[in-house]
Every structure is written in structure tokens, then in C-alpha cells.
């Protein structure tokens, strides 16, 4: 299992996005319970510019073991990737306003 993981986490950094999503699968059939492959699938899902299924598998990496640093920093970066965007969905009034108050508060002015 190791070397399969090792296997695929050096084809992701290859850029072999189908080799290391095969190796990967394999392993998290092998073992279901198996966080690390999970995450890897949620890498490789992320590489294939898939937000919502990397964010699904992260999260179940995190179900099977919540102490998944690695599930922990994906999920960090997608909401860090997807914030800009939210924000910019928001009026810009909305958004001014909303960072006066968080200002307000940081300084204890609110």
C-alpha cells in the first residue's frame, strides 16, 4: 500500500493526473478507511479542476481520520481559492460596509 501511495503521489507531481487517480483508487479500494488515499483522489480531482468533488473527498478523508492535516490544508485552499470569488458576487456597498464593521470590531470600535 505504501509504495502504491508513494507510486501516485510521484506521478501527481509528474502531472500523470490518470496515473495517480488509478493508483490512488486502487488503494482507497483496497482500503476504504484509508484518509491518505482519499485526500490523494481529492488532489487529483482538484488537478482535474473539480472544486466540489476535491472538497467532497476531503471532507471524507476528514470523516475517516479528522486529524488529516493534509485533507485540512485542501479544504484551507479551496475556501481561500473560492473567497475572492464570493466576494466579488457580493455589491460593492455590501462589501464596504461589511469591512467597516470587521475593522469596527478588530479596532473595538463596534
Keep these: 500500500m505504501i509504495e502504491r501511495l508513494l507510486a501516485a503521489d510521484a506521478a501527481l507531481d509528474r502531472d500523470e493526473i490518470d496515473v495517480a487517480g488509478r493508483l490512488f483508487t486502487q488503494v482507497a479500494d483496497a482500503d476504504p478507511r484509508n484518509a491518505i488515499a482519499v485526500v490523494g483522489l481529492a488532489r487529483v480531482a482538484l488537478r482535474r479542476n473539480i472544486p466540489g468533488e476535491a472538497r467532497s473527498l476531503a ?4 470523516d ?9 490544508r485542501l479544504l484551507a485552499e479551496l475556501d481561500a481559492a473560492l473567497a475572492p470569488a464570493a466576494a466579488a458576487a457580493l455589491p460593492p456597498a455590501l ?7 470587521w475593522l469596527a470590531r478588530i479596532l473595538g470600535r463596534g
Design 95 to 101: 462589501v464596504r460596509s461589511r469591512w467597516r464593521r
Design 64 to 72: 475517516i481520520d479528522p486529524d488529516e492535516a493534509a485533507a485540512h
Design 59 to 62: 471532507q471524507r478523508a476528514l
